[in-house]
Nanobody
Framework: EVHVVESGGGSVQPGGSLRLSCAASGFTLNYYVIGWFRQAPGKEREGVSAFSRSGDSTYYADPVKGRFTISRDNAKNIVYLQMNNLKPEDTAVYYC??????????????WGQGTQVTVSS
C-alpha cells in the first residue's frame, strides 16, 4: 500500500529555516514522483516544488525559487524540502504527494496528512 508521511514542520521566525521530510512506503522513488504542496487558510492548494517525471529536473514555484531546495535519498526512500529565508507568507500546511510529477496537484494520487509551517515574529 502506498503511503507518504511528512515531518519537520514547526514555528520559526522570519529568515529562519526548516527541513521537511517525506517518507515514502509501498513504492520506490523511481516508480512515483514526489512533489511538495502547501495550502494556506482560505487559499487553494499550490505546488511548491517537485521532480520531473524523468527525475532529472526539478520544479519550483516562483515565490520559493532561490530559497527552497528539493532533494531525495533513494536509499532511504525519503524526499526533503529545505526551506531557507522563510517569510510569513510561507505559512501553510505543507503536503507531500506521490504521482506523475510536476507542480499540478491533479498529477498526484497519494497524499500525506500534512505538516504545519508557521513563520511569525
Amino acid at each position: 500500500e502506498v503511503h507518504v508521511v511528512e515531518s519537520g514542520g514547526g514555528s520559526v521566525q522570519p529568515g529562519g529555516s526548516l527541513r521537511l521530510s517525506c517518507a515514502a512506503s509501498g513504492f520506490t522513488l523511481n516508480y512515483y514522483v514526489i512533489g511538495w504542496f502547501r495550502q494556506a487558510p482560505g487559499k487553494e492548494r499550490e505546488g511548491v516544488s517537485a521532480f520531473s517525471r524523468s527525475g532529472d529536473s526539478t520544479y519550483y514555484a516562483d515565490p520559493v525559487k532561490g530559497r527552497f531546495t528539493i532533494s531525495r535519498d533513494n536509499a532511504k526512500n525519503i524526499v526533503y524540502l529545505q526551506m531557507n529565508n522563510l517569510k510569513p507568507e510561507d505559512t501553510a500546511v505543507y503536503y507531500c504527494a506521490a504521482g506523475r510529477g510536476g507542480l499540478g496537484p491533479y498529477e498526484y494520487d497519494f497524499w500525506g496528512q500534512g505538516t504545519q509551517v508557521t513563520v511569525s515574529s
